[in-house]
């Protein structure tokens, strides 16, 4: 344990009412927590032991590294939990670059960035089932961008894409691919839109991994999609507070290391390289990722995510039970179900989309608040598409 130092200021103590705001405010978070099933977050975490550190203003400005002026950085710890997520995602040695960002919607930001660097000719395809931020990003870097159909699973249309590829020959491909769609969990088969590539003989390209719902466990599949660094992506983002759990968003972002290299800047004002996208950094949440990883450690994880494989399998199975037409995709978290009336969504939290919802079963989601769920649209009438 840290026994912290009386170099505490003092004087920041609330008025009376102020505190009672605070209170009941952590009332209704604990109880709005109870009864969360429908977003890609966990809560099984403890980060309590982490909290001395918030008496400090770290920030991890600049290239995570480089030595930086500014002392409080917690650079190292970042370069500790990017280097883990590089071999989980089986980047080439030595050959890769990351950092901590506040989420995959800066990740995604970046490897679209890395791609129009190297491609400014480039056009960007993304398929229909793709996150919202996808569009806002390619608004942000006026790239030029084609959505794909996608396949009623929410996976690419690979023939769409083919098809697609074949008639703008003349204009270098960037793939946007999804590893874990925000509604179904349904994930861009990485190798076969390689080989749709070969097949075209169109070698100047990029491919960009959006695994920030599933890049949290997908090295722990069996088999694991192809998804990584081996299978072909250039760059992959994945986000922190999904999967592996974080009181603060935040995200990975991996890139092969030839790409970064086109866009770095020196910095006099940091003694830095600027490399990220925000200037001040989070040097908090690279202290509560690398606590999770190491306290986790790998069998943990794989554990964390068989578990939660385990519970998506039985929620599927106690849907259908009950006569509700509910289905995933292979290995997924996420088990899709027609829209169940307003007040259920409600309580539940969950989202929808063109007349269907889902739970993800994300390492929080117990039993009984399935069979809750379960029994609250039965009695709502609700279940059928
Ligand atoms: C959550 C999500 C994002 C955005 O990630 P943030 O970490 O919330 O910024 C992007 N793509 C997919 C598929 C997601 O599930």
Redesign the pocket.
Known sequence: MIVQKTRRITGMTLPRTDQMQLDQFYEQMEHAASKEIGY?VAFDFDYSALAPFLSFSLNNAGDPFMPMTYLLNSHEFEREVVSFYAQLTRAPTDQWWGYI????????LYGLYLARELLPEGIVYFSQD?????GKNLHFLNMRHIMIRSTPNGEIDYDDLRETLRIRRDAPPIIFA?????MKEARDDIGRIRSILDDLAIESRYIHC?????GGYAAFLEPPPAWDFADGADSI?I????FLGSPI???IVLARQAHVDRIGHSVAYIGSIDTTISGSRNGFTPLILWYAIRSLGLEGMRDRAKKSLAMAAYAEKMFKQAGIEAWRNPQALTVVFPEPPGEVREKWQLASANGYSHVICMPHVRREQIDELISDIRQAGGGCA
């Open positions: 890609p960002t506040n989420g995959s919607t800066e990740g995604n793709s996150h919202y931020s996808v999804n590893v874990g769609t925000t959006d695994a920030a719902l599933s983002a986000s922190g507070h999904k968003p935040c995200g």
